[in-house]
Every structure is written in structure tokens, then in C-alpha cells.
């Protein structure tokens, strides 16, 4: 196993279990946030952040956490060994963003570049806001897509909360 992609809505636990994977399977870990974001919250320019994702998908072993550019999510599910989506209700990403949220300003996240705050009523409302589309527009399609023939057996599809958990604390026992 030598490539895995984490992918699921904002909070839903991808960036805990891709710590629990790199640990248990030292494969390099690769969060899109940090490449996606700037300091202050700025975005850094797309073409910037395609070139970066392309560059880290061709390299031989990683674990790529998140989404990244829209245009290479197949491309990078294809070559994943194993992808593993996590499909938590609407409800669990919104009580866990706003229990990080009201953690950010004491806890930053190590995996977000050093100079970034996430403490912000307008990137509370943004990130949010975004959990809505990714769940109403985005998570619908991506599950027709894990269904096709060439990505269903090797898509792990975590559903609960109790999945999730079990894979946390479970890496050495499993076999993504």
C-alpha cells in the first residue's frame, strides 16, 4: 500500500486518521490545506496549487488528505491504492467544526501554515457555508463516482462515527 487518499466534507476526522495511517504505515503525508492556503487566510492561486498537487501525486508513496483541484480528483483516486471517504452526517461535521473553531485560537492546527488563524468570524461563516456545498452538491456526486467499477474496491466508505473511530485506533490491525 503505497498510495491513500483521505477525502470527506471540512472536519469529519480525514486529517486524525491520515496521522493514524502515516504512523502506522510510513508513507509521507501530504495535507492540500497546506498547500491550498496562505498566511492571513489568503488562497493561494489555483494554478500555483495544481502544479504542487500534480507534483506530490507522482511521487512513488504518500497519503494526500483532502480534496484539492477539482480537476485532479480522479486522476489522483486512480492512482490511489486505496481511497478512503469519509461520509459522516451533515450534523457530526458541524458539531466537530464548531468545536475546532472554538478551540483555534489556544490549538492551531499543525497541519495549516504556521502564520494562518483560523480564528475569524468570516472564515467561521465560510467554512461552514462550505460544508452545506460540499455535502448538498459535491458528496453526491463523489459517491456516484466511488460506485464506478474501477474505484469501488479499493474505496473504504466510513459512515459513522463508530467506523471512524475504530480505524483511528485500529491502524496496526487493519489493512487499508
Keep these: 500500500m503505497d498510495r491513500i487518499s483521505i477525502i470527506g466534507n471540512i472536519a469529519g476526522g480525514k486529517t486524525t486518521l491520515s496521522r493514524a495511517l502515516e504512523d502506522s504505515y510510513s508513507l509521507p503525508l501530504i495535507h492540500i490545506d497546506q498547500l491550498q492556503f496562505l498566511k492571513d487566510m489568503e488562497v493561494r492561486p489555483i494554478a500555483e496549487v495544481r502544479k504542487m498537487v500534480q507534483d506530490k501525486m507522482l511521487t512513488p508513496r504518500w ?18 491504492d486505496k481511497i478512503i ?36 468570524w468570516q472564515h467561521t461563516k465560510k467554512l461552514f457555508s462550505t460544508q452545506t456545498k460540499m455535502d448538498r ?12 467499477e474501477e474505484f469501488r474496491n479499493k474505496t473504504i466508505h466510513i459512515t459513522q462515527k463508530s467506523e471512524l473511530k475504530y480505524w483511528i485506533s485500529n491502524q496496526k490491525d487493519q489493512t487499508p
Aim: glycine content about 4%; cysteine-free; proline content about 9%.
Design 85 to 120: 471517504f469519509i461520509d459522516l452526517p451533515l450534523w457530526q461535521h458541524r458539531w466537530w467544526l464548531f468545536l475546532r473553531q472554538l478551540q483555534s485560537p489556544w490549538q492551531r492546527r499543525s497541519e495549516l501554515p504556521a502564520e494562518r488563524s483560523e480564528f475569524s
Design 63 to 80: 497519503i494526500i488528505d483532502g480534496f484539492g483541484p477539482l480537476d485532479l480528483l480522479e486522476p489522483r483516486l486512480r492512482l490511489s
Design 137 to 148: 452538491l459535491m458528496l453526491p456526486e463523489l459517491r456516484r463516482i466511488l460506485a464506478r
